[in-house]
Each structure stands twice: as structure tokens, then as C-alpha cells.
């Protein structure tokens, strides 16, 4: 009982921990003084102010613009990897592409940063590309730093799959490539969605590397926040962050509701085909 009592004491101070913060700040978006630690009476007029302030809502287009790009960019670059690398096993060199491809999961993104910009200014030097930097020298960063997440997830559920289905389906007469769009992609489907929304999240999340590698007129989110933070943190950020967390939450909330229901009709389907 003691045990119990404390890993459910424990449980409670994790969650406080972690949602605790987030609650004051979506209090505080609603806070009618501009600063953010004194209480002055309850007002909206930050989330006015948060519609009117064009550079914030141009730095909220660009983040989501390049996460949308970079996610599906990096879901068709770690599927193939990770398809390459859990069907085709023992190939020579398949250490050595493991490796650089799981590489970015343990590097500082100091140095990816560092280094991917050094390779831009080469690149522009030697055949004239990219013209600067901005909005396609962050997404090619991105996508290139997600690619890594997006193969470890697919690739262990290519690595659970049975492969009696593929084998069964080849048998029949079906070509590799209608194996993979008709047998194995709706398999891995789940993963791909998990990929694609992880890779979206650490690409609206960048701050470091976006700050290697972005241009005038090319500034995300995060660069935004972290320089009015140095200013003192402005209540249209709270603003922005209670609107996040709020759409956030809905799409969780609505997945799993989704996913529950999804889940019943495949136990009734189930109970219904073991009664028959």
C-alpha cells in the first residue's frame, strides 16, 4: 500500500511538473497588464493584438510551412531508407548507411547547423546554388535532421511486420511495387503517420539549426520567441501559445477518440466473425 501511495504521489508531482506551467501561461494570455508576472484583471485584447502583429503571424506561416514540407519530405526519405535497410540486410556498406543515417539522433545541433551552413556557402560558391539563404535552405536542414526519426520509427515496424504477407502476395503474381503500395504501406500506415507527425514537431520546434541556416525574410517561430524573450516575454506569445496548446490538445483528444472507436469495431468485428 505504502508503494502504491507513493508512486501515485509521484505520478501526481510529474504531471504537475509538467502542466503546471502550461496552465499559468495559458492564465496569464488572459491577463489585461503587458506584464506577464502581475495579475491585472482578466482581458482578450492579446489575442487581438496577436492578429494584428504581422511579423509574429509571418514567422507562424513560415514554421508551419517549412514543418508541413520538411515532415513529408523526411516520411518518404525514412521509409525508403528504412525499407533498404530491413529488407534488403547484409548488402555491402549497410553498416556504414545505418550509421550515417542514425547519425543525426546523437549529433549536437550545433554542429548539424554549423555544418550544414558551411556546406551551403560552398555549394553557392562552387555551382551558384542556393542563391542565400532562407526558406529552402531551413527546409533542406530539416528534412535532413528528420530523416533520421522518421527511419528508426518505420523501421521497426517494418521489422515486426510478417513477411509471409509480402511472400504470399509475390506468389500470386503481384509485382514488388504493387506488393509495397497494396500489402505493406497500409501496414505500416500507422508509422508513417507517427513519423510524419514527429518529424512536424522537431521541425516547428528548431531553433538552433533554423538559426544556422535562414536568411532575412525567412524567420520561424522559435527565432521569433527567443528574441522577444531576451526583450522580456510579450503577452501576444502567451497569446500564441494558449492557441498552439488549445489545437494541440483537440487533435490529441480527437485521435484518441478515433482510435478508440476504430478499436471497438475490430473487437466487435472480431466477436461477430468467432460467434459465426
Not at 550545433?110 to 551558384?128: E, K, P, R, Y
Not at 503517420?193 to 520561424?220: E, N, Y
Request: aromatic share 12%.
Amino acid at each position: 500500500m505504502n508503494k502504491f501511495s507513493f508512486s501515485k504521489m509521484m505520478l501526481w508531482l510529474g504531471l504537475v511538473f509538467l502542466y503546471a506551467p502550461m496552465l499559468i501561461l495559458i492564465i496569464y494570455s488572459f491577463n489585461e497588464s503587458r506584464l506577464v508576472t502581475v495579475w491585472a484583471g482578466f482581458s482578450t485584447k492579446w489575442y487581438g493584438e496577436l492578429l494584428r502583429n504581422d511579423k509574429l503571424l509571418d514567422a507562424v506561416g513560415n514554421s508551419l510551412q517549412i514543418a508541413f514540407f520538411s515532415a513529408s519530405g523526411a516520411v518518404v526519405l525514412g521509409t525508403l531508407a528504412a525499407y533498404v535497410l530491413t529488407r534488403f540486410r547484409g548488402f555491402k556498406g549497410s553498416t556504414l548507411l545505418r550509421g550515417m543515417i542514425t547519425a543525426p539522433l546523437v549529433m549536437p545541433e550545433v554542429i548539424t547547423g554549423l555544418s550544414l551552413l558551411l556546406l551551403f556557402v560552398a555549394m553557392a560558391q562552387l555551382v551558384g546554388w542556393p542563391d542565400g539563404r532562407g526558406m529552402t535552405t531551413i527546409w533542406i536542414a530539416h528534412t535532413t535532421f528528420c530523416t533520421a526519426y522518421v527511419a528508426v520509427v518505420v523501421g521497426s515496424r517494418l521489422s515486426e511486420m510478417d513477411m509471409s504477407i509480402e511472400e504470399a502476395a509475390r506468389d500470386l503474381g503481384a509485382s514488388p511495387i504493387k506488393v509495397f503500395f497494396q500489402i505493406t504501406l497500409p501496414i505500416i500506415a500507422p508509422a508513417l503517420i507517427s513519423g510524419w507527425l514527429l518529424a512536424f514537431t522537431l521541425s516547428l520546434d528548431d531553433l538552433v539549426i533554423a538559426s544556422f541556416v535562414s536568411g532575412p525574410g525567412s524567420t520561424t517561430l522559435p527565432m521569433v520567441v527567443f528574441s522577444s524573450v531576451r526583450l522580456g516575454v510579450s503577452p501576444e506569445i502567451n497569446a500564441l501559445a494558449t492557441i498552439i496548446i488549445t489545437l494541440v490538445t483537440s487533435l490529441v483528444f480527437a485521435s484518441w477518440w478515433y482510435a478508440r472507436r476504430v478499436e471497438k469495431a475490430r473487437v466487435r468485428d472480431m466477436q461477430r466473425i468467432s460467434g459465426a
